[in-house]
């Protein structure tokens, strides 16, 4: 089992940056892939990057690509997002993700997710 605290939410304004941090505790954090979702009020939950276990696979939800950027440290036990040029349509509420993994691949479905941090809040003004 896994436990996942994010941090680094905050409020910025558009055209900035945030960096978000996702801190896993267990000794066998390499053995999980990683996601973060973000959720608007309203709206479902969805997708917004992913990463292999190994870090060399990742991928990006189409609003996101080019902006954004998920890495992961396996000596420390942490995955992050680096978040650049945001807009007011990236506010929500961010979650980090794990699930256990066997396969060098990364999942974009929140279900295929076991671990869920609590959140942390982003909001971007105009």
């Known amino acids: 089992q896994v436990q996942l605290v994010e941090s680094g939410g905050g409020l910025v304004q558009a055209g900035g940056s945030l960096r978000l941090s996702c801190a896993a505790s267990?000794?066998?954090?390499?053995?999980?892939?990683m996601g973060w979702f973000r959720q608007a009020p309203g709206k479902d939950r969805e997708f917004v990057a992913g990463?292999?276990?190994?870090?060399?696979?990742?991928a990006y939800a189409d609003s996101v690509k080019g902006r954004f950027t998920i890495s992961r440290d396996n000596a420390e036990n942490t995955v992050n997002l680096q978040m650049n040029s945001l807009k007011p349509e990236d506010t929500a509420v961010y979650y980090c993700?794990?699930?256990?993994?066997?396969?060098?691949?990364?999942?974009?479905?929140?279900?295929?997710?076991?671990?869920w941090g609590q959140g942390t809040q982003v909001t971007v003004s105009s």
């Open positions: 993700a794990a699930r256990p993994s066997v396969h060098r691949r990364f999942y974009d479905s929140s279900d295929q997710y076991q671990y």
């Open positions: 267990g000794r066998t954090f390499s053995s999980y892939a």
């Open positions: 990463v292999s276990r190994s870090g060399d696979i990742t």
